[in-house]
């Protein structure tokens, strides 16, 4: 079992930069995937960026590359999200997601066993 707890998000004017920061307690972090997924009002939840286990393999969306940077320290059970050059559409509400280390792709959702309560991030224009 794992228990996650987002924190860092708020309001931030486009072009501007947050960093959210997820906690993970209750088993061993050190072997666990781990992604920031997102969600729109209306829409469906989507995939941001993950980190493998050992913090070796990173994947990006399309739409946040060059801008997200995601990041973990085992030491500290942390995982991180530096999102610069931020887009009114990048407003969602931001969850970090684990999984024990597996071959499957980052970006599938449901290969997600553990999830946060989420922290909103809004951009305004």
């Known amino acids: 079992q794992v228990q996650l707890v987002e924190s860092g998000g708020g309001l931030v004017q486009a072009g501007g930069s947050l960093r959210l920061s997820c906690s993970a307690s209750g088993s061993i972090f050190s072997y666990y995937d781990m992604a920031w997924f997102r969600q729109a009002p209306g829409k469906q939840r989507d995939f941001v960026a993950g980190?493998?286990?050992?913090?070796?393999?990173?994947t990006y969306a399309e739409s946040v590359k060059g801008r997200f940077m995601i990041s973990r320290d085992n030491a500290k059970n942390t995982v991180a999200l530096q999102m610069d050059s931020l887009k009114p559409e990048d407003t969602a509400i931001y969850y970090c997601a684990g999984r024990y280390l597996s071959n499957v792709g980052k970006d599938l959702i449901s290969s997600y066993d553990y999830w946060g309560q989420g922290t909103q991030v809004t951009v305004s224009s």
């Open positions: 980190i493998n286990w050992r913090g070796e393999s990173k």
